[in-house]
């Protein structure tokens, strides 16, 4: 019978760590299946072999306990009822008889009986731990004889890791955006970012393209995404901090940096280049529709709402109109010099 991560003590298995934002996932496997090397570039900065430090200073460490599902198992204990949240196309949700979460990316969608690609068991608390069982598809082969053990596929990618994160931000006043942004380097040796906003087609592409090509990266500058940011209050101090995520979009910009936040800009394809300040309100109809909301858990859902209207309290916000060439750099460079002079 193939193991499960119920069956064994993972006290001596493989061992990873996925550091995104101040969320550290330890990520521990049966240790009598080895882990196979992450193939997406763009967890390279995220994703690293062992355990995290012991003293990882303003982190939470998230245990994953990562085995192989068994197919008979699956069918004696696949849910029963209906998913409580279902996006009709990939992955759905089950809520557990303790309270818990049970998350499924089905193999096929027409055939419930055959073993999903993974599942995973979630603790109720945004922190809690996770046991994290592959189907048979993601269990590969041995690399070679140095090491007999099949391998696992490291399954705490997208999307379940991008799931677990947005609870995890909802309760710590955070969230999941879509932006593309940059940072410039500051002073004291931290970072000042901004998040440039819009929904899919709005240019967030496009525009990380332009600044690339119009030579704003460099000299400390840095691209931290060009799909989507993580916004959330630092651990240390409560002040609003914005992420690189390993979630990129077509120009594949994923980078673990980050920075304080400085403002947020919402993009409109123009025929010029301007910023036109916002108030909260026209911001906040801006701001919901690119929130990557988690509306499988309607507390969640709540906690991060409040958290789009706390940020407007608190960071200025622009709409940025920009036309297709790399003058939108020079106005960004112009922007940061008057910021960084008021």
Not at 7 to 25: E, M, N
Not at 44 to 49: C, H
Not at 226 to 254: C, F, K, M, Q, Y
Request: aromatic share 6%; net charge negative; with cysteine.
């Amino acid at each position: 019978m193939t193991p499960t991560t119920a069956d064994v003590d993972r006290a001596d298995g493989d061992a990873a760590t996925l550091h995104i934002a101040d969320a550290v996932f330890a990520i521990r496997v049966d240790p009598r299946y080895a882990l196979a090397a992450e193939d997406d570039p763009a967890y390279d900065a995220f994703l690293r072999p062992g355990a995290p430090p012991a003293a990882s200073p303003g982190a939470s460490i998230m245990p994953v306990r990562l085995g192989a599902l068994d197919p008979a198992r699956w069918r004696a204990q696949r849910p029963a009822s209906a998913p409580s949240f279902d996006t009709g196309s990939a992955w759905h949700c089950h809520r557990t008889e303790d309270g818990n979460w049970f998350f499924v990316l089905p193999q096929q969608r027409a055939d419930v009986e055959a073993p999903p690609l993974w599942c995973a068991r979630v603790d109720d608390a945004p922190d809690g731990p996770v046991t994290l069982d592959v189907g048979p598809r993601l269990v590969l082969p041995s690399a070679g004889d140095d090491d007999p053990r099949p391998r696992l596929r490291p399954a705490l990618r997208y999307p379940l890791d991008q799931l677990l994160m947005m609870r995890r931000l909802a309760a710590r006043g955070g969230a999941i955006v879509h932006a593309a942004g940059l940072a410039w380097p500051t002073d004291d040796g931290d970072r000042f970012g901004i998040a440039c906003l819009g929904v899919s087609g709005a240019g967030k592409s496009t525009l990380s393209r332009l600044l690339i090509e119009g030579g704003l990266p460099g000299d400390g500058v840095t691209m931290l995404s060009d799909d989507r940011l993580i916004l959330a209050p630092a651990p240390s101090n409560g002040a609003l901090r914005v992420h690189g995520t390993p979630w990129p979009g077509e120009g594949r910009i994923a980078s673990h940096a980050a920075g304080h936040l400085g403002a947020l800009f919402f993009l409109e394809q123009a025929d010029e280049h301007r910023l036109v300040p916002l108030d909260a309100g026209a911001a906040l109809a801006r701001l919901l529709p690119v929130v990557c909301l988690p509306w499988f858990d309607a507390g969640a859902t709540q906690a991060a709402l409040d958290a789009c209207g706390a940020w407007l309290a608190r960071v200025p916000c622009y709409a940025l109109r920009f036309r297709r060439d790399v003058g939108v750099a020079a106005l960004l460079r112009d922007w940061r010099a008057t910021a960084a002079g008021a």
